[in-house]
């Protein structure tokens, strides 16, 4: 599944300890486009 | 050549269609022609093709997505594809998906012809009502053994030819694969037909008990022989004896056995007198017998005694195209005795049972199939009725991609360029294994600029 494979990747970036700029660009997109996959995929930083 | 055949060739080359129907036009079919998958199965709402011949690269909708929604909608359609020169592994696809043959281009009609006229050989077999023994009063036919595989219609063949000789029949196969059927049609189809198929499950007997039940007893032979007993072989005197499960008798009735088949004669347990007998042995096993003569497990000079003419049933697995022809069957055979209108197996119900490898082979299908009709609520079987154990071994197999960088966009164009390859660039097939729309699809490859290699047909 490439939404299920988007979002394991994506998660696993972020866990450079949740920082979005680093996580945007090692993933190689846009900051913006980081956000709207994090809220379409529901992928949120753990409670602390 | 043939009569009543209808016939639908689809390509979308019109000059291809027009030299198709101009070819074949003395004979004696009944030809539609379609200009890709979409239209055919258009026209098949309304023209009940016996044969469709389609080419493989096609817009709209390629041969082998056609391919797949006839086994899926219309089972008993032979389906034939045609394949380029260079592109073999087209070919390769579609034996796997369920097409009863292949040609390649350029076709010649000789060609053409040979196929058409092996297809309506086949037909004949399953449809004219072709008794095995019309003299029985079950009424045996061929249509008891359901498979439209092409691994079955050669079955079907040696029985034909098998069945009038007195040959001794050797049938192998795992366990489920439908053994008996064949034993049953060999017997039914043979001059012995009015006379009895005496069955005898060999591994269900004890080996004190086996000779008294193979040879039959004579009265006080051993404690508790109170009267004299016919054995099974003396039961099925002028017709056949089935000897299930072969490979698990013991060998010292593996002697009396050889005797028996060389000779036709045995004597009762506890008698002198020596019996003859003319009955026809039909053997079956899902042991490698030939390996268990090398272990010192049967007897080397039976084994060549029984494998005079050897029927191999393959596995389900083996011919996964006829899963939806059978599971269709034990539908509405217990619909019937359920009292059940249930009407059909749906699409994803259906792609659970093609994808699942049957261990357990017809028998399991049959168990899963009744179990199903059984715990459905509605007017179709979905994959809620279906075992969990099921769905759970069908599922997608997950792999592994290689990456250069952890880069989003790389990851995602390697994971569809990756999918395109595994399903030989099927678009529809390629969607529904990314869990994506096939628009989605289009949109990711022109984003990418991923293209089908040029295969230069």
Request: hydrophobic share 40%; proline share 4%; charged share 30%.
């Amino acid at each position: 599944s490439l939404p299920k494979a988007e979002a394991a990747l994506i998660q696993k970036v972020l866990e450079t300890n949740w920082n979005l700029k680093r996580a945007a660009s090692r993933l190689e997109i846009a900051r913006g486009t980081l956000y709207s996959k994090m809220k379409k995929y529901n992928i949120k930083r753990p409670a602390l | 050549m043939t009569s009543n055949i209808k016939l639908l060739f689809v390509d979308d080359e019109e000059a291809v269609r027009f030299f198709f129907r101009e070819g074949l036009i003395n004979e004696a079919l009944e030809i539609e022609t379609a200009s890709d998958g979409v239209e055919a199965l258009k026209k098949l709402k309304a023209f009940p093709a016996d044969i469709v011949i389609t080419d493989v690269r096609m817009p709209n909708m390629d041969g082998l997505t056609l391919l797949e929604e006839i086994r899926m909608r219309y089972p008993d359609i032979f389906v034939v594809v045609v394949t380029a020169y260079g592109s073999i592994e087209d070919a390769v696809k579609a034996m796997k998906a369920g097409a009863y043959d292949y040609v390649l281009k350029p076709f010649d009609f000789d060609t053409i012809r040979r196929v058409i006229e092996k297809i309506t050989g086949h037909k004949r077999i399953l449809e004219k009502n072709i008794f095995l023994g019309k003299e029985h009063r079950k009424g045996y036919r061929f249509e008891n053994i359901i498979g439209q595989d092409p691994k079955m219609f050669e079955i079907f063949r040696k029985i034909m030819d098998v069945a009038n000789t007195n040959a001794t029949v050797l049938i192998t196969g795992e366990s489920g694969t439908g053994k008996e059927l064949i034993a049953e049609a060999v017997h039914f189809g043979s001059p012995r037909r009015s006379e009895p198929l005496i069955k005898v499950n060999c591994a269900a007997l004890t080996e004190t008990l086996i000779n008294s039940e193979l040879f039959g007893h004579e009265k006080g032979a051993f404690t508790g022989a109170i009267a004299q007993k016919k054995g099974h072989f003396e039961l099925a005197d002028e017709g056949s004896i089935f000897l299930d499960e072969i490979g698990d008798v013991p060998i010292p009735t593996q002697i009396s056995f050889l005797r028996v088949l060389e000779l036709g004669t045995f004597q009762r347990v506890g008698g002198t007198r020596t019996l003859k007998v003319d009955t026809r042995v039909i053997c079956a096993t899902n042991k490698d017998l030939s390996h268990a003569v090398k272990e010192k497990l049967f007897r080397e000079d039976l084994f060549y005694r029984i494998n005079v003419v050897p029927i191999h049933m393959p596995p389900l697995r083996e011919r996964k195209s006829d899963v939806p022809l059978l599971a269709n069957h034990f539908l509405r055979k217990y619909c019937t005795e359920a009292r059940k209108n249930i009407l059909r197996i749906s699409r994803a119900a259906m792609n659970i049972l093609i994808r699942y490898d049957w261990p357990g082979n017809v028998r399991e299908l049959a168990n899963i199939v009744e179990n199903a009709v059984i715990f459905c609520k509605g007017r179709e079987i979905i994959p809620a009725d279906l075992p969990e154990e099921l769905k759970e071994t069908t599922q997608k197999k997950g792999f592994t991609l290689g990456l250069s960088s952890i880069s989003l966009p790389l990851a995602e164009a390697t994971m569809i360029r990756k999918v395109l390859e595994e399903t030989n660039w099927n678009l529809k097939q390629a969607a529904r294994e990314l869990d994506i729309a096939r628009g989605t699809l289009y949109s990711k490859m022109k984003k990418y600029g991923i293209e089908k290699p040029h295969s230069g047909d």
